[in-house]
C-alpha cells in the first residue's frame, strides 16, 4: 500500500507534532507516523500500574514551553481552542539535605529568600542579584532558543551589544558549578542551587552548563514547574487536535523503517508493516539520529555527517519508578511536614558532582544520588482515583548496570529502585509501605525499550554540553533542520535547542521548512 501527502512525518513526538500542526495550519496535507500507540514522545500519561491512576511515564514539568511563542501567543489555539491548561504549583519545590536541614522554594520571592536567610543572609543577597541579572538577559536567551540556527545571530553575536553582554559570554563557556562555587557560601545554599542545576541531567561540571544555574532557578521561581492538567499527554493530545484539524493524520502503531530515495533525493519512507509513505514536498524525522543514520546509505549522508553522528554523546541515563500510592509524600521541614508536587533529596555538591562522574565510569555514588520526587496529584487529582496519588521517583543510573546491583533484568532495576524508595521513606516518614498500593522501574535499558528515541535511556535527546549543543547539534554544519540528503529535515531533541519539553525544535523545524516553501510562519499564524 502506498499513500502519498505533502509532508509524510516520521515519528510523533511533541516536536514532531508542532512541526505538523505548523504545516497543516499553513494548508499542507501531513500525516505524523508514530510507533507507539499514543503519539507524544516523553510527554507521555500512562495507566502503568493500576486502573485510574494515571503517570507522566517521562516528562512531568513544563515550564520552559511556557515563553515559546507556540504558547506565548497561542499561535495554534493549543490555549484557546483545544482545552490545554496549566497550573503552577506553589510551594515551587521542597528539597532535604544529608543533614536532615529543609528548604521549601515558593512562588513569593522574598519566602524563599527567607528560606534562604536561615542558612546565609550573604546567599539571600546572592540569589537575588542572580534572578535580577537573568531577568535582564533572558530575552536573548530565549529568542536564541526559539530561533533556528542561521537565522539570527549566533549567542555571542547578540549578547555582544548587551550591556552585560560580556559577564555572559564568559559565562556561556563557565560550568554550573563555577558559578554555584563562586556565588554562595552555604553549603546548603550550594546543594540547593546544584540540585536545581542538575535537572536536566548536565554534569554540574560540563563546560557550557553555567546557564543553568540562572536560568532553571530563574524559570522554576518565576512560574513554578508548570503542570497540564489531565497529565502530560495533554500536550500532545491539543497538538493531534490542531494536526486534525485541518489537512492532517496521525497514525499511531505504524514503525519508519526506512527512507525512501529516489535520484539521490528522500521521497517518503516504508514501515514494518510493509507500507509506504510519499511526500510530495518533504519529509520530517525526529527519528534520533543515532538510528536515522541506519535507515539510508552511508554514501548518502557522507563522512562528515556520519563521524558528528558517530561522536554524538548521549550524556546521562535516567532511572525512574512509580507507585500509586493512597497519600501524597509529606516531607520532613523541622518539626512540621511539606506537600509539594516537586521534592528532592539534595546531596552536598561535591557528592553530585562525584556522582555524574561514576555514572560515566559505570558507577553509582551512593552519596551523590539526584532524587526527584513528582506528586502531581497534589495539584490535579484528575490524575487518580479519589484519595489516590500517583508518585514518580526521578533518578540516573549507568546504561549498563553495575556488578553490585547485578543485571537490570536479573533484579538490578529493583534493588536500585528500592534504595531510591528508601530514601525517599526517610524523608517523608508517612508513606510507609502500607500506603504503596503498586510499583514498578524502569532502568535506562527500559526507558529505551519502551521509546527509542530515548537512545541509551537518555531522555533529553543526547548530551547538552557545549560539544553538541547550538550549532554543533546534532551536528556542525547540519544545525539548521536540513540534513545531507535533500527532501528530509530533521526535528526533536537532537536539534536545537536541545531535549526537555520546550516545543522549541518543532517550531524552529516549521520556520525553516515554510522559509524554503517561499513564506514564513509569522505569515501562516497571522503575524
Not at 168 to 186: C, G, K, L, Q, T
Not at 331 to 349: D, F, H, K
Not at 371 to 383: C, G, I, M, Q
Given at each position: 500500500m502506498?499513500?502519498?501527502y505533502d509532508?509524510?512525518i516520521?515519528?510523533?513526538?511533541?516536536?514532531s507534532l508542532?512541526?505538523?500542526a505548523?504545516?497543516v495550519r499553513?494548508?499542507?496535507?501531513v500525516?505524523?507516523?508514530?510507533?507507539?500507540?499514543?503519539?507524544?514522545?516523553g510527554?507521555?500519561?500512562?495507566?502503568?500500574?493500576?486502573?485510574g491512576y494515571?503517570?507522566?511515564s517521562?516528562?512531568?514539568?513544563?515550564t520552559l514551553?511556557?515563553?515559546?511563542?507556540?504558547?506565548?501567543r497561542?499561535?495554534?489555539g493549543l490555549l484557546?481552542?483545544h482545552?490545554?491548561?496549566y497550573?503552577?504549583?506553589?510551594?515551587?519545590?521542597?528539597?532535604?539535605?544529608?543533614d536532615?536541614e529543609?528548604?521549601?522554594?515558593?512562588?513569593?520571592?522574598?519566602?524563599?529568600?527567607?528560606?534562604?536567610?536561615?542558612?546565609?543572609?550573604?546567599?539571600?543577597?546572592?540569589?537575588?542579584?542572580m534572578?535580577?541579572?537573568?531577568d535582564?538577559?533572558?530575552?536573548?536567551?530565549?529568542a536564541y532558543?526559539?530561533?533556528?540556527?542561521?537565522?539570527?545571530?549566533?549567542l555571542?553575536?547578540a549578547?555582544?551589544?548587551h550591556p552585560d553582554?560580556v559577564?555572559?559570554r564568559?559565562?556561556?563557556v563557565?560550568?554550573?558549578?563555577?558559578?554555584i562555587?563562586?556565588?554562595?557560601?552555604s553549603?546548603?545554599?550550594?546543594a540547593?542551587?546544584?540540585?536545581?542545576?542538575?535537572?536536566?541531567?548536565?554534569?554540574?561540571?560540563?563546560?557550557g552548563s553555567?546557564?543553568?544555574?540562572?536560568?532553571?532557578?530563574?524559570g522554576r521561581?518565576?512560574r513554578?514547574?508548570?503542570?497540564?492538567?489531565?497529565?502530560?499527554?495533554?500536550l500532545?493530545?491539543?497538538?493531534?487536535?490542531?494536526v486534525?484539524?485541518g489537512n492532517?493524520?496521525?497514525?499511531?502503531?505504524t514503525?519508519?523503517?526506512?527512507?525512501?530515495?529516489?535520484?539521490g533525493?528522500?521521497?517518503?519512507?516504508?514501515t514494518?508493516?510493509?507500507?509506504?509513505y510519499?511526500?510530495?514536498e518533504a519529509?520530517?524525522?525526529?527519528i534520533?539520529v543515532k538510528?536515522?543514520?541506519?535507515?539510508?546509505?552511508?554514501?548518502?549522508?557522507?563522512?562528515?555527517?556520519?563521524?558528528g553522528?558517530?561522536?554524538?554523546?548521549e550524556?546521562l541515563?535516567?532511572?525512574?519508578?512509580y507507585y500509586?500510592?493512597t497519600?501524597?509524600?509529606q516531607?520532613?521541614?523541622?518539626?512540621?511536614?511539606?506537600e509539594?508536587?516537586?521534592?528532592?533529596?539534595a546531596?552536598?555538591?561535591?557528592d553530585?558532582?562525584?556522582?555524574?562522574?561514576?555514572?560515566?565510569?559505570?558507577r553509582i555514588?551512593?552519596?551523590?544520588?539526584?532524587l526527584?520526587?513528582?506528586?502531581?496529584t497534589?495539584?490535579?487529582?484528575?490524575r487518580?482515583?479519589?484519595?489516590g496519588?500517583t508518585?514518580?521517583?526521578?533518578?540516573m543510573?549507568p546504561?549498563?548496570a553495575?556488578e553490585?546491583?547485578?543485571p537490570?533484568?536479573e533484579g538490578?532495576r529493583?534493588?536500585?529502585a528500592?534504595e531510591?524508595l528508601?530514601?525517599?521513606?526517610?524523608?517523608?516518614p508517612?508513606l510507609?509501605?502500607d500506603?504503596?498500593?503498586a510499583g514498578?522501574?524502569k532502568?535506562?535499558?527500559d526507558?529505551?525499550?519502551?521509546?527509542?528515541?530515548?537512545?541509551?535511556g537518555?531522555i533529553?535527546g543526547?548530551d547538552?554540553?557545549?560539544?553538541f549543543?547550538?550549532?554543533?547539534?546534532?551536528?556542525p554544519?547540519?544545525?539548521?533542520?536540513?540534513?545531507?540528503?535533500?527532501?528530509?529535515?530533521?526535528?526533536?531533541?537532537t536539534?536545537?535547542?536541545g531535549g526537555?519539553i520546550?516545543?522549541?525544535?518543532?517550531r524552529?523545524?516549521?520556520?525553516v521548512?515554510l522559509?524554503?516553501l517561499?513564506?514564513?510562519?509569522?505569515?501562516?499564524?497571522g503575524?
Amino acid at each position: 500500500m502506498t499513500e502519498t501527502y505533502d509532508f509524510v512525518i516520521a515519528g510523533g513526538g511533541h516536536n514532531s507534532l508542532t512541526t505538523a500542526a505548523y504545516l497543516v495550519r499553513a494548508g499542507y496535507s501531513v500525516v505524523v507516523l508514530d510507533a507507539r500507540s499514543d503519539p507524544g514522545g516523553g510527554a507521555a500519561t500512562e495507566e502503568l500500574l493500576l486502573p485510574g491512576y494515571h503517570f507522566d511515564s517521562c516528562s512531568t514539568g513544563h515550564t520552559l514551553i511556557q515563553v515559546n511563542p507556540l504558547l506565548a501567543r497561542d499561535e495554534l489555539g493549543l490555549l484557546s481552542e483545544h482545552g490545554l491548561e496549566y497550573v503552577n504549583p506553589d510551594p515551587v519545590v521542597h528539597l532535604v539535605f544529608p543533614d536532615g536541614e529543609h528548604l521549601t522554594m515558593w512562588l513569593d520571592l522574598e519566602r524563599t529568600l527567607d528560606e534562604i536567610r536561615r542558612f546565609s543572609e550573604a546567599d539571600a543577597v546572592a540569589y537575588r542579584n542572580m534572578l535580577d541579572e537573568f531577568d535582564r538577559v533572558k530575552g536573548v536567551y530565549g529568542a536564541y532558543r526559539f530561533t533556528p540556527i542561521g537565522y539570527g545571530p549566533s549567542l555571542d553575536e547578540a549578547l555582544t551589544d548587551h550591556p552585560d553582554g560580556v559577564l555572559w559570554r564568559r559565562r556561556n563557556v563557565m560550568s554550573a558549578w563555577d558559578i554555584i562555587s563562586r556565588e554562595f557560601e552555604s553549603r546548603h545554599i550550594q546543594a540547593f542551587m546544584s540540585w536545581m542545576a542538575f535537572q536536566t541531567l548536565q554534569p554540574l561540571e560540563s563546560a557550557g552548563s553555567a546557564y543553568l544555574a540562572y536560568s532553571l532557578a530563574g524559570g522554576r521561581q518565576r512560574r513554578s514547574w508548570s503542570i497540564p492538567v489531565g497529565g502530560s499527554a495533554s500536550l500532545p493530545r491539543a497538538l493531534v487536535a490542531a494536526v486534525e484539524s485541518g489537512n492532517g493524520s496521525v497514525l499511531t502503531d505504524t514503525l519508519v523503517t526506512s527512507l525512501i530515495l529516489e535520484n539521490g533525493r528522500c521521497v517518503g519512507v516504508e514501515t514494518e508493516g510493509g507500507e509506504s509513505y510519499r511526500a510530495r514536498e518533504a519529509v520530517v524525522s525526529s527519528i534520533h539520529v543515532k538510528t536515522l543514520v541506519d535507515m539510508a546509505p552511508s554514501e548518502a549522508w557522507g563522512d562528515d555527517f556520519l563521524y558528528g553522528v558517530d561522536t554524538y554523546s548521549e550524556g546521562l541515563s535516567a532511572f525512574a519508578s512509580y507507585y500509586a500510592t493512597t497519600e501524597a509524600p509529606q516531607l520532613i521541614a523541622g518539626a512540621e511536614t511539606v506537600e509539594s508536587v516537586s521534592a528532592g533529596w539534595a546531596p552536598w555538591p561535591e557528592d553530585s558532582i562525584e556522582f555524574a562522574r561514576g555514572l560515566r565510569e559505570n558507577r553509582i555514588h551512593r552519596a551523590g544520588l539526584f532524587l526527584l520526587f513528582a506528586t502531581p496529584t497534589v495539584v490535579d487529582p484528575t490524575r487518580a482515583p479519589d484519595g489516590g496519588h500517583t508518585l514518580k521517583i526521578l533518578g540516573m543510573a549507568p546504561y549498563d548496570a553495575p556488578e553490585d546491583l547485578g543485571p537490570w533484568d536479573e533484579g538490578g532495576r529493583e534493588a536500585y529502585a528500592a534504595e531510591h524508595l528508601s530514601k525517599l521513606q526517610e524523608v517523608a516518614p508517612n508513606l510507609t509501605d502500607d500506603k504503596i498500593l503498586a510499583g514498578a522501574a524502569k532502568s535506562p535499558v527500559d526507558i529505551e525499550r519502551s521509546n527509542p528515541h530515548m537512545w541509551r535511556g537518555t531522555i533529553h535527546g543526547g548530551d547538552r554540553g557545549l560539544s553538541f549543543g547550538g550549532a554543533q547539534r546534532p551536528v556542525p554544519g547540519w544545525a539548521s533542520h536540513r540534513l545531507p540528503i535533500p527532501g528530509i529535515y530533521q526535528t526533536g531533541a537532537t536539534t536545537h535547542p536541545g531535549g526537555s519539553i520546550t516545543g522549541g525544535p518543532g517550531r524552529n523545524a516549521a520556520m525553516v521548512i515554510l522559509d524554503d516553501l517561499g513564506t514564513s510562519l509569522e505569515a501562516v499564524v497571522g503575524g
